[in-house]
């Protein structure tokens, strides 16, 4: 298999080593940087600082606001069921 000695067979061992050591440290570099605190204000969702822009979070918009915008999500979904019903019939 090996014509070398002892030491071609460590190589393969070592180098999945440090694969799996710089993966690790790239992971939680990156996962460290990722949840680091933010100086913008927090986004729409909790780990998604600055993706959402200047939109609120959810649990700071007033109840009054939730309860209407969630008439009009009703309404566009009932005007979606019925244009999928449309579309299903004329299959």
Same mark, same amino acid.
């Given at each position: 298999?090996?014509?070398?000695g002892?030491s071609? #067979?460590? *190589?393969?061992? =070592? /180098? /999945?080593?440090?694969?799996?050591?710089?993966? #690790?440290? %790239? +992971?939680? &570099?990156?996962?460290g940087?990722?949840?680091?605190?933010?100086?913008?204000?927090?986004?729409?969702?909790?780990?998604? /600082?600055? &993706?959402? +822009?200047?939109r609120? =979070?959810?649990?700071?918009?007033?109840?009054?606001?939730?309860?209407? =915008? %969630?008439?009009?999500?009703?309404q /566009?979904?009932g005007? *979606?069921?019925a244009?999928?019903? %449309?579309?299903?019939?004329? *299959?």
């Amino acid at each position: 298999m090996y014509s070398g000695g002892p030491s071609v #067979a460590i *190589l393969p061992f =070592a /180098r /999945r080593k440090l694969l799996l050591w710089g993966g #690790a440290t %790239t +992971g939680i &570099v990156g996962g460290g940087l990722w949840l680091w605190p933010s100086s913008e204000q927090q986004a729409a969702y909790p780990f998604a /600082r600055r &993706v959402a +822009g200047k939109r609120e =979070a959810l649990w700071s918009v007033p109840p009054e606001r939730l309860l209407q =915008a %969630t008439e009009q999500d009703g309404q /566009r979904l009932g005007l *979606l069921l019925a244009g999928l019903d %449309t579309a299903v019939k004329q *299959l």
